[in-house]
């Protein structure tokens, strides 16, 4: 059984940092793994993803300022969050997917687990 429970989240001003954890059981380092996030009356968007061989791949809103990365056993995945933006509250969630790939593609539908999302909220 897969489970994915995240931790980090907060309440920053605009231009701080948080690191969003997501810690795992029944993920190995061949799943592939994101982070997506939800700002209410708006879809689900793919922030940040991490592939089988740990290529990552960026949201173009958070490109250069968020980092994805995962522990060698694929057990616990991290974003670090920097220089952060009133645009970046959300509810982020955390996803994996056991059909290995190079790189994780930054579609919800590719995952079939989900952890049950932390707030993030930044404030101007």
């Known amino acids: 059984q897969v489970t994915l429970v995240e931790s980090g989240g907060d309440s920053v001003q605009a231009g701080g940092s948080l690191r969003l954890s997501c810690t795992t059981s029944?993920?190995?380092?061949?799943?592939?793994m994101a982070w997506f996030r939800q700002a209410p009356g708006k879809e689900r968007e793919g922030v940040a993803s991490i592939g089988t061989f740990n290529r990552a791949l960026y949201g173009a809103s958070v490109e250069g300022r968020f980092t994805i990365s995962k522990t060698n056993s694929g057990d616990t995945l991290f974003l670090q969050m920097r220089d952060l933006k009133p645009e970046d509250t959300a509810i982020y969630y955390c996803?994996?997917?056991?059909?290995?790939?190079?790189?994780?593609?930054?579609?919800?539908?590719?995952?079939?687990?989900w952890g049950q999302g932390i707030q993030v909220t930044v404030s101007s």
């Open positions: 029944g993920v190995n380092s061949g799943f592939i």
């Open positions: 996803a994996a997917s056991s059909t290995g790939r190079d790189f994780a593609p930054l579609q919800a539908p590719y995952y079939h687990y």
